[in-house]
């Protein structure tokens, strides 16, 4: 006889395991089953956290260097410890996912080491990675298994000198040269880091703009920024192949329109194009499912995939691949479940770059309303006007908010600056609770704070901006 669980939740990413924990707090018996060993997911192991840990201490050995003197703070010479860096990192990533694990416990979900698939029913087979197998049933059955880098042709991922983001965590030295493929989120900030600490690096995107999901405006505005830093941007082009000679990569390009073909040489290559579901190997077909021509699986409303009882969340279906949208998704799954009512705005996630300076944004941007046909307002305020952001020291960049031209509602927020990483926050609440941008110009804030730009952005929807 198999064992028999409330729910099944294959995968213990953002998405899964916060699924798992809502579903224990409902009173369900659920049952997580992981792969890796550790909770948390890409997420947590090799990708968010980690890469803001080392985000993190590379800014500060940055500032100390670069920028302190300006402030009148003698540090004198200022060096690093890769290897301690590395082990702050280590552990950060350590204690959060034990944590997931004292949580299941706190909620009573249990976890299972090893891999999920389906068996044919509701019924799920586990290969424990101990050599075990074993077979449990489910009323319920989530697939949050989360994504994977996508492989580039001609380029082909050793996790020494050809990298994906997992690799580039892990370097044992500071390449002289790094070439980034892909102008997307995590190429830049994992390219930030090895720049702060020494590298030359060279970011080579097939579109000719970074970050094409942002708001054109603060992208324009982002390369310039990065570019002053010291990245170089080849834009229009794209990487055909890759090849070792004499103690280094030759990386071979040519224009994306067409055109004459020419080599980089570099020391490492970090691949960053994107990611795509990772949905391989759990024999969706027993159950009568089949991924889309990208790889994701289609879903209803309530996230019900086409086989009744089986649902889908995350990188795995439809969607910006961001962990917080994963875990707003396994808490909305958990409680249709349960019989309750979830539900997750999806005009109101944000997004953040977790660069120096931060870029961060939420709904939508002008390029979109545009294309739309939906009228609209504009109110910017740039943080060299902001007291706080003066005094700091760290005056780059701006707070832009879109309103509805006809009744003024916050469409989008767009910024890029210090700290707007925890600013965007406040945005994304007024854009989920539908508010005016008039309602956030009269909502007082304290003085003085970054957050101010936010309110006098808001002001400046309506033509009245005090501070500029």
């Not at 000198?161 to 690799?167: A, L, P």
């Not at 060299?384 to 005056?395: L, Y």
Request: one cysteine or more.
């Amino acid at each position: 006889m198999s064992d028999l669980y409330d729910v099944v939740v294959i995968g213990g990413g953002p998405g899964g395991y916060n699924a798992a924990i809502r579903l224990g707090q409902l009173g369900k018996r659920t049952l997580c089953v992981e792969k890796r060993g550790t909770l948390g997911g890409t997420c947590l192991n090799v990708g968010c956290i980690p890469s803001k840990a080392l985000l993190q201490v590379s800014a500060l050995f940055d500032e100390t260097k670069s920028h302190y003197g300006a402030l009148g703070i003698r540090t004198g010479e200022v060096s690093y410890d890769l290897p301690a860096m590395m082990g702050h990192k280590d552990k950060t990533v350590d204690g959060l996912t034990k944590g997931i694990e004292f949580l299941f416990k706190k909620n009573k979900v249990e976890y299972a080491v090893g891999t999920g698939t389906f068996a044919g029913g509701r019924k799920v087979e586990i290969r424990g990675n101990d050599g075990s197998t074993r077979t449990v049933e489910a009323a319920a059955i989530i697939i949050a298994t989360g994504s994977e880098p996508t492989p580039l042709p001609g380029v082909e991922i050793n996790e020494k000198d050809v990298v994906s983001s997992t690799g580039a965590l892990t370097l044992k030295d500071v390449p002289k040269c790094l070439l980034v493929i892909g102008g997307g989120y995590i190429g830049l900030e994992m390219g930030s880091v090895w720049r702060r600490l020494g590298s030359q690096v060279t970011v080579v995107e097939y579109l000719d703009r970074i970050t094409p999901g942002l708001d054109g405006e603060v992208g324009k505005q982002f390369q310039r920024i990065l570019s002053k830093q010291g990245m170089t941007f080849r834009l229009g082009m794209k990487v055909v192949g890759v090849e070792r000679k004499a103690g280094a990569l030759h990386v071979s390009v040519e224009p994306a329109a067409g055109g004459a073909r020419e080599v980089i040489e570099t020391d490492i290559v970090l691949s960053s194009i994107g990611r795509r579901p990772f949905t391989g190997g759990l024999g969706l077909e027993k159950v009568g499912l089949a991924p889309d021509a990208r790889g994701r699986i289609p879903v209803n409303g309530h996230y019900e995939t086409a086989v009744k009882g089986v649902y889908a969340i995350g990188d795995v279906i439809e969607g910006p691949m961001l962990a917080h949208k994963a875990e707003d998704e396994g808490v909305a799954v958990a409680e249709i479940i349960a019989g309750q009512a979830g539900h997750v705005n999806y005009e109101a996630i944000p997004s953040v770059v977790y660069t120096h300076p931060e870029v961060a944004a939420v709904g939508r941007t002008e390029e979109e309303l545009k294309a739309a046909g939906i009228a609209y307002k504009t109110g910017k305020f740039m943080f060299a006007a902001n007291s706080r952001a003066r005094a700091n020291g760290s005056t780059e960049g701006f707070v832009k908010i879109l309103a509805d031209a006809a009744n003024d509602r916050i469409l989008g927020v767009h910024m890029i600056g210090p700290e707007v990483g925890n600013m965007i926050a406040e945005a994304a609440l007024a854009i989920e609770f539908q508010m005016a941008a008039e309602d956030l110009a009269r909502t007082c804030h304290a003085h003085p704070t970054l957050s101010e730009a936010i309110r006098q952005a808001a002001m400046a929807v309506g033509g009245w901006t005090m501070q500029s």
